[in-house]
């Protein structure tokens, strides 16, 4: 996992990208992965970045695996 940041019982990343369509684009290719993993993170789009929260609310709020690997599998995508 790349610079992901733990903190407050969450991962946290902001994705930067070229352009606001580059942004909207890599979220619609992570929204697949989501999906197909069954678990949804919080995010925001402004512009150009994604800024990404994941935690596992059904485990009270915190980081578990669910959250490790969904954080992998967004760092994969291009």
Not at 8 to 20: A, C, D, G, I
Not at 32 to 50: A, F, R
Request: aromatic share 8%.
């Amino acid at each position: 996992m790349n610079n992901w940041n733990e903190n407050n019982n969450e991962l946290s990343k902001t994705f930067v990208f070229k352009s606001f369509m580059d942004a909207i684009q890599w979220m619609v290719k992570a929204s697949v992965e989501i999906e197909q993993q069954n678990h949804h993170p919080k995010w925001t789009n402004e512009y150009n970045k994604v800024h990404v929260c994941l935690s596992t609310h059904d485990e009270g709020n915190t980081i578990t695996s669910k959250d490790r690997a969904l954080a992998h599998a967004l760092d994969l995508i291009e």
